[in-house]
């Protein structure tokens, strides 16, 4: 997705996500999440149950899902459902020419989940392969593995969690 409508997009998602916080919350919501504690107890110590509201968008050219938001309540063991999320942190990618914006466990030419890119440089759904026509496009002192900590060209190795950036995956921005 380009960068000024994944902005957009995201705007919006913020709000809705907002919005679903408060009704998930509310008073009149306790007999869904009164029902999934039961449900909880019922399935007893194996299982967990989750209630997840997941607002994705769909590219008709791809014919693709990208997921932007993922929550709701989950409960194990029976306990009082906790609130959950499950969205990815976004990722900036400079792809065949082009800056491309997806959530990071995507891939930025074909939408396909694509998790550990660093580990498994090779898109499965489409082949794409990082560090060859796709970067991590780094444009801030983040780092790429941890979102935490920072590293820079000078620095590439995380001051966090002491991963090393592959000069040949990154676009320094």
């Known amino acids: 997705m380009n960068p000024n409508t994944f902005a957009a997009a995201e705007e919006v998602i913020d709000k809705i996500a907002n919005i679903v916080d408060d009704k998930l919350n509310s008073a009149g919501f306790k007999d869904l999440r009164d029902a999934l504690e039961r449900l909880g107890k019922v399935l007893g110590t194996r299982y967990s149950a989750s209630l997840q509201i997941v607002v994705d968008v769909f590219d008709r050219d791809r014919e693709q899902t990208l997921p932007l938001l993922t929550t709701g309540f989950s409960t194990t063991d029976g306990a009082v459902p906790y609130r959950i ?55 801030s002192d983040v780092c790429p593995h941890c979102d935490e900590g920072r590293v820079t060209n000078e620095h590439p190795t995380c001051d966090r969690c002491g991963y090393r950036v592959n000069p040949d995956m990154v676009s320094w921005g």
């Open 85 to 139: 999320w499950g969205d990815s942190s976004a990722q900036r990618y400079l792809c065949e020419g082009d800056i491309h914006v997806v959530p990071h466990d995507h891939c930025p030419k074909c939408w396909g989940y694509w998790d550990f890119k660093f580990e498994h440089p090779r898109c499965p759904s489409c082949g794409l392969t990082l560090g060859q026509s796709c970067k991590v496009l780094l444009d």
